[in-house]
């Protein structure tokens, strides 16, 4: 017997850039499907965006249609407040590359923040926001090649290279900490997905583990959801789409595949792989991908069955995707 992908789960993550929103516009159905979702249920919406504070973010998803409340917001600053602690004396100066999403937190925690390496920070904390520039970077780096730079923590809220608006896909943190990286020849510590902090942090929120979580990017949301010990949804309305699903590594690879959000209430079709002769048939739904040695052939179906069993084929061949003869069908 099929079931949904909400049964038998106590908490709903969901991630927001290209899943609940783009810009300032919520993704089709998005806000309905988790609006339908029961009681028992608790949403959390994570975020790897650092640019604004869970206030914020409430209010803008209070704004499309959904209800929430700040405290059903887990923010990769917050997540990296945590790491803080255990690595500075409380009320430490953090010296701070980002916005009000990190500010905000830091105020929080006790924290004193500063824009200048002059102020002898204890560490750094770096987040997205629209408004980073080389002055702000150059302070970073400043600080950490200065004398005992190399014992100072520099925490990172993410290190997304993309990040999704309105008008198409943008740089995201990860290319402001390469930045930084560059001039200072470490890496920072990682708050955010695909690192399990964030995630600890939303257990520790929610109080339970048997989650759920849904994500448009394979490298942050699937692969954290993963390290994390919990069930993953892509949907692909984001970044990541047919192409990248179908040829997703081992440790970035979904429990299930979602055409829309509509798809967390349907009942979610089996995989199933039949042997026959030496050919493996893999069926999902109506679906049918045949693999014939290194050939995958599509006897049959369409839209995202056909890619679930276009993805089952490749991922259960054993076979590198660059040794098999994918059709197009599979990804257009």
Same mark, same amino acid.
């Given at each position: 017997?099929?079931?949904?992908?909400? +049964? *038998?789960?106590?908490?709903?993550?969901?991630?927001?850039?290209?899943?609940?929103?783009?810009?300032?516009?919520?993704?089709?159905?998005?806000? +309905?499907?988790?609006?339908?979702?029961?009681?028992?249920?608790? &949403?959390?919406?994570?975020?790897?965006?650092?640019?604004?504070?869970?206030?914020?973010?409430?209010?803008?998803?209070?704004?499309?249609?959904?209800?929430?409340?700040?405290? #059903?917001?887990?923010?990769?600053?917050?997540?990296?407040?945590?790491?803080? *602690?255990?690595?500075?004396?409380?009320?430490?100066?953090?010296?701070?590359?980002?916005?009000?999403?990190?500010?905000?937190?830091?105020?929080?925690?006790?924290?004193?923040?500063?824009?200048?390496?002059?102020?002898?920070?204890?560490?750094?904390?770096?987040?997205?926001?629209?408004?980073?520039?080389?002055? %702000? $970077?150059?302070?970073?780096?400043?600080?950490?090649?200065?004398?005992?730079?190399?014992?100072? /923590?520099?925490?990172?809220?993410?290190? #997304?290279?993309?990040?999704?608006?309105?008008?198409?896909?943008?740089?995201?943190?990860?290319?402001?900490?390469?930045?930084?990286?560059?001039?200072?020849?470490?890496?920072?510590? &990682?708050?955010?997905? /695909?690192?399990?902090?964030?995630? *600890?942090?939303?257990?520790?929120?929610?109080?339970?583990?048997?989650?759920?979580?849904?994500?448009?990017?394979?490298?942050?949301?699937?692969?954290?959801?993963?390290?994390?010990?919990?069930?993953?949804? $892509?949907?692909?309305? =984001?970044?990541?789409?047919?192409?990248?699903? $179908?040829?997703?590594?081992?440790?970035?690879?979904?429990?299930?595949?979602? *055409?829309?959000?509509?798809?967390? %209430?349907?009942?979610?079709?089996?995989?199933?792989?039949?042997?026959?002769?030496?050919?493996?048939?893999?069926?999902?739904?109506?679906?049918?991908?045949?693999?014939?040695?290194?050939?995958?052939?599509?006897?049959?179906?369409?839209?995202?069955?056909?890619?679930?069993? =276009?993805?089952?084929?490749?991922?259960?061949?054993?076979?590198?995707?660059?040794?098999?003869?994918?059709?197009?069908?599979?990804?257009?």
């Amino acid at each position: 017997m099929t079931r949904t992908p909400i +049964e *038998e789960i106590d908490v709903l993550l969901a991630d927001l850039d290209g899943v609940v929103y783009r810009g300032p516009s919520s993704v089709p159905y998005a806000v +309905e499907s988790i609006n339908a979702l029961g009681s028992g249920i608790r &949403v959390g919406y994570l975020t790897n965006n650092a640019s604004r504070s869970d206030v914020t973010v409430a209010a803008h998803l209070t704004e499309l249609g959904l209800h929430v409340g700040p405290d #059903d917001v887990v923010t990769s600053p917050q997540a990296a407040m945590s790491l803080l *602690e255990d690595l500075v004396p409380a009320g430490s100066t953090i010296l701070v590359i980002g916005g009000e999403g990190l500010t905000v937190e830091l105020a929080r925690r006790g924290f004193v923040a500063t824009r200048s390496a002059e102020d002898s920070p204890a560490a750094v904390v770096q987040g997205f926001d629209p408004s980073v520039g080389w002055v %702000h $970077l150059a302070e970073a780096a400043f600080l950490l090649n200065g004398p005992g730079g190399a014992d100072i /923590p520099w925490v990172a809220t993410n290190t #997304d290279w993309t990040i999704p608006q309105a008008r198409g896909t943008a740089p995201g943190n990860g290319t402001l900490v390469s930045a930084v990286h560059t001039a200072v020849g470490r890496l920072p510590i &990682v708050a955010g997905k /695909p690192e399990v902090a964030i995630f *600890e942090e939303a257990f520790r929120r929610f109080g339970s583990r048997r989650a759920l979580m849904i994500g448009d990017r394979l490298d942050t949301d699937i692969l954290g959801a993963n390290r994390a010990g919990i069930r993953s949804a $892509l949907v692909l309305t =984001g970044i990541d789409r047919a192409k990248q699903v $179908l040829a997703a590594v081992p440790d970035q690879r979904p429990t299930y595949l979602f *055409e829309d959000l509509r798809q967390l %209430h349907e009942p979610y079709p089996d995989v199933l792989s039949l042997d026959d002769g030496s050919d493996v048939v893999t069926v999902v739904g109506d679906a049918r991908v045949r693999r014939s040695a290194n050939r995958l052939l599509v006897e049959s179906g369409s839209g995202i069955d056909l890619l679930r069993a =276009g993805a089952a084929a490749i991922w259960n061949s054993g076979m590198a995707i660059y040794g098999l003869d994918v059709p197009a069908a599979l990804y257009e």
